[in-house]
């Protein structure tokens, strides 16, 4: 019966197709155990391509989706400092050629553009990223690849990678100047508010373990999701706990729920301030008189006073789309292009082993809007100023506080002796 | 409607399988080949949403929720599988004390995985569609009851960041079952497989509308209460149909993320389930390679458009969909059908009686 053997021939075609799974687990590559260190056959060969009169960089920013309002700035600096170093003869005497990618705020989309970038157009270093959540996709991908990141934008720390170049702050040199001046104003109640993410999340960790070793008790703690802009319950919550200060880790469009909220429940920064470790001047402006009067921890502001910050606020204002204000995250996307201008130049080649061996050096230095700035090349941060900011009727930040010298950078809090040991270990274990 | 052609559509499933296994391999770079495993995961998930949608008219919104299914089995077991003894990383960045959720702890099984990927979506369908068509919810309220799904699963991993890494997802795995996923060799291996699944999930697709079951499927989706005149019941037709495009939506889920090499609730969420909806109706639902190659183009354009013009290519995409949905409700795949009846039409007087019967057979 000819049903039967439509039958026994799909059966025949299902077996072919197990046959095939089994050649292709049988026919393949290295397995756990195996030795793959040191690049061996694993690591793909790099193919840039740096013969000509240009080098290939990466840009990967969202410029769609909920965070791009923020990285299309990071997009936009980068494309200045390119301009610029073109201008002055580009690197090795090769004019940057970039290509622009978007990260559409979906961190799949950020691993599969960094491999792009890596594999098809053969970049030789990649800058962007904004979230913590896009560097932990990219990094897994241009640690396989051997590629170089170089993400600009302050971080919960507790990280280091051979592949990336951190050029904003971890938090000691962000987290841990803003408590150090909650505790030289006297505050013992704080209240934690913060988007339920990575960043936040980490930075309430080691907030409540140097709040302990400070003596300031911790009233609360609430987290609104992201892309969530109501915090009325929460608030309320402040308003029952009393906190002499709100410490506010909330990022994105959020924090201008969070402002409107606290304003409408009387909340004054007379009586109950609030301190942000994202609220820029960028940001500001979108609160309003709301926001006014309240604290923010940066290692940049626009109101900085040295003469490298001048030039590059008029440079800023100058230049096509800017949106008129400097802040800290462009800031750092500035430095980290110049700092691998830098590093290329001190390597005498655009290798990524090379660029890493001229890093640990330690001789690489950027004289940067917030000053002169040093790379770490153990690490890969860099040194950076703790300035904490209060914002004015301009909607610009008044510097109030500044740390003695530039702090060294610290991601696993090695020189902190209140971060259980404990917890370091597992965590260096569990980054492999 | 014309009757399908099986042997031709079984060579058609010949012809792809040589082109996924054998062809792709050697001609597409490493990146693309990459991608094209990708878009095998999401045309995994779509030839189970022909099945339900397209021949079975349950317009199943939320096939994000067995896509997580899948992909977050497949994704805590690759954790584990990196982490060694140890808790994962991620875990022990938000609360540096707390041991691993009991629910983790048998992923760390091969054999327990591999059930959860199989069995996990067969039984909660099972229920959930037991529930919903035995009592004869279906239409728009079986829609929307599936999108909601979908929004709320993704609501919750998007909170409980600790248990299942929240916003950011799961992510840097190191190995896939023993095989290291850095190496070139076995993410072309880890391709194949992708592709290999692709295409027995076409081959049972293409036996179930072969067989009797296919004809009651369709035959309830046009006519429901005729097909219970006739002594079935529908609901019992609808939930095989339901359940199996569940399975086809976790294996493509599992697939994804050694492939991808992350998994958020992004990618399960309701903008997620709808885009596999949208390659379904552009590839044309009905038809047995429409859903497939639907999502797959939708997945090229994302990566492709989308690099060019990353501000337009939603416009493009949104644009493209209007205009299938207008002028060819069947989908692209109707379209050499259609290109054939005209030149038909042209030589000869309008055939009206056939046209009017495809049509109803579009109606669902």
Not at chain 1, 38 to 57: E, Q
Not at chain 2, 221 to 242: C, Q, S, T
Request: glycine share 10%.
């Amino acid at each position: 019966m000819s049903t039967t053997s439509k039958r026994r021939r799909a059966l025949v075609a299902t077996g072919a197709i197990a046959t095939t799974i089994t050649l292709a687990l049988a026919g393949c590559g290295a397995r756990a155990g195996d030795d793959t260190s040191g690049g061996g056959p694993t690591a793909a060969a790099s193919c840039v391509d740096t013969s000509g009169s240009t080098v290939k960089l990466g840009f990967l920013n969202s410029l769609t989706g909920g965070m791009a309002i923020s990285e299309k700035t990071v997009s936009n600096v980068l494309h200045m400092a390119a301009d610029e170093i073109n201008a002055g003869g580009g690197i090795l005497g090769k004019k940057i050629e970039y290509v622009q990618e978007d990260g559409a705020t979906d961190w799949p989309t950020f691993a599969e553009k960094t491999e792009k970038l890596l594999t098809q157009d053969c970049v030789a270093a990649i800058f962007g990223g904004w979230t913590s959540s896009s560097r932990k996709a990219v990094k897994p991908v241009v640690e396989k690849l051997n590629g170089l990141f170089f993400y600009p934008v302050q971080y919960e720390g507790l990280e280091s990678s051979p592949n990336i170049y951190y050029t904003g702050a971890t938090t000691n040199q962000q987290i841990i100047p803003a408590m150090d001046f909650l505790a030289s104003k006297g505050v013992k109640k704080l209240f934690l508010a913060g988007s339920d993410y990575v960043f936040p999340r980490t930075a309430n960790a080691i907030i409540k373990l140097y709040a302990a070793k400070l003596g300031i008790q911790i009233v609360g703690e609430e987290y609104v999701p992201l892309d969530k802009d109501d915090w009325t319950s929460q608030v309320a919550k402040i308003v029952a706990a009393k906190p002499d200060f709100v410490f506010n880790t909330i990022n994105g469009s959020s924090n201008v729920g969070f402002i409107k909220a606290y304003y409408d429940a009387g909340l004054t920064p007379a009586k109950t301030p609030i301190i942000s470790v994202s609220i820029a001047e960028e940001e500001a402006p979108a609160m309003g008189h709301e926001v006014t009067g309240n604290y923010a921890s940066w290692n940049y502001f626009q109101s900085l006073k040295t003469p490298t910050n001048s030039k590059f606020i008029q440079s800023w204002k100058a230049y096509p789309n800017s949106s008129g204000v400097t802040s800290d995250p462009m800031e750092a996307a500035y430095i980290s292009l110049y700092l691998y201008k830098s590093l290329v130049e001190a390597a005498g080649s655009f290798d990524v082993d090379a660029v890493n061996a001229a890093a640990k050096k330690n001789t690489i230095t950027f004289d940067a809007p917030e000053g002169k700035v040093t790379l770490d090349g153990k690490n890969h941060h860099i040194s950076k100023p703790g300035h904490i900011g209060r914002i004015n009727a301009d909607n610009q930040f008044d510097i109030v506080w500044a740390s003695d010298a530039f702090i060294k950078p610290d991601p696993y809090l090695e020189g902190y002796d209140w971060f259980p040991a404990d917890i370091r270990k597992q965590l260096v274990g569990a980054a492999g | 409607m014309t009757k399908p052609k099986p042997w031709l559509s079984l060579s058609g499933i010949g012809v792809f399988a040589v082109l996924l296994l054998a062809v792709a391999p050697l001609v597409l770079t490493d990146h693309w080949l990459n991608n094209l495993g990708k878009y095998c995961c999401w045309a995994i998930a779509a030839v189970g949403i022909g099945l339900a949608w397209g021949r079975g008219g349950m317009l199943v919104m939320g096939q994000g929720v067995f896509f997580a299914l899948g992909a977050y089995s497949m994704a805590m077991h690759l954790t584990l599988e990196t982490a060694g003894d140890r808790v994962p990383g991620f875990m022990v960045l938000y609360d540096p004390l707390a041991p691993l959720p009991a629910f983790w702890e048998p992923f760390r099984s091969t054999a327990f995985t591999l059930l959860a990927i199989v069995l996990l979506p067969v039984v909660l369908a099972g229920v959930l569609g037991y529930a919903l068509f035995k009592r004869g919810v279906k239409g728009a309220y079986f829609a929307i009851l599936s999108q909601a799904l979908a929004v709320a699963l993704a609501t919750l991993i998007s909170s409980t960041i600790r248990e299942t890494g929240g916003d950011t997802g799961l992510s840097d795995f190191k190995y896939f079952f023993g095989f290291v996923l850095n190496d070139p060799a076995n993410k072309v291996m880890v391709y194949l497989i992708a592709a290999a699944l692709l295409v027995m999930c076409l081959l049972a697709v293409w036996q179930l509308y072969r067989s009797r079951f296919g004809e009651l499927l369709v035959a309830t989706r046009d006519a429901e209460e005729r097909v219970r005149f006739l002594g079935y019941d529908p609901a019992n037709v609808k939930l095989v149909a339901f359940v199996f495009s569940a399975l086809m939506a976790s294996i493509g889920g599992a697939m994804f993320v050694p492939i991808v090499g992350i998994i958020t609730p992004a990618e399960i969420g309701a903008a997620a389930s709808i885009l596999m909806i949208a390659g379904v109706a552009f590839g044309g639902r009905a038809s047995l390679f429409g859903p497939a190659l639907g999502a797959m183009a939708v997945g090229w354009g994302q990566s492709s458009l989308g690099s060019t013009w990353p501000e337009s290519w939603t416009y493009i995409l949104g644009l493209l969909f209007i205009v299938v949905i207008l002028f060819l409700p069947n989908g692209l795949s109707s379209l050499p059908a259609r290109f054939a009846r005209t030149r038909r039409s042209a030589a000869q007087q309008p055939a009206p009686a056939i046209a009017t019967a495809e049509l109803e057979g579009v109606r669902s």
